[in-house]
């Protein structure tokens, strides 16, 4: 076991100073709740390996670029740890998996009913952007 198959990818995709967050469906883990888009990490794969697969299959998106993980949670309820890494796209995301889209800007992503883990991220997020 390498461990990849305890992670998940969160894309963070970022267009014109706003951020895709996706609502997952009901039926899942944290159902109805808002999420940086992405999926777990299968056997052998690499979180840019991931990001390809996970957004192609739930978004429709291309990946053009994937960079740096800018924050790690873990996921109490699953056990996974979530790796909120920078993602680049091309074109404009499907509601093939999820039941809605939004673009947001920093500041409104923590008034979204969000998934535990991306709540910290979004609180992380926030005050990164405060620093600068």
Do not use: Y
Request: net charge negative.
């Amino acid at each position: 076991m390498t461990g990849e198959e305890n992670r998940v990818l969160a894309a963070v995709i970022e267009r014109t100073g706003r951020f895709l967050l996706c609502r997952r469906p009901e039926h899942k883990n944290h159902g109805g709740l808002f999420e940086f888009p992405g999926g777990k990490l299968e056997v052998g794969e690499c979180l840019a390996d991931a990001a390809r697969r996970e957004l192609q299959e739930e978004l429709a998106l291309e990946v053009l670029d994937v960079g740096a993980v800018l924050f790690f949670a873990l996921d109490k309820s699953s056990g996974l740890t979530i790796c909120f890494t920078a993602v680049s796209v091309l074109g404009e995301p499907q509601l093939i998996e999820h039941s809605e889209l939004c673009w947001v800007e920093p500041c409104e992503v923590v008034g979204l009913p969000l998934a535990p883990s991306d709540r910290l991220f979004a609180e992380f997020l926030l005050a990164e952007i405060g620093k600068n």
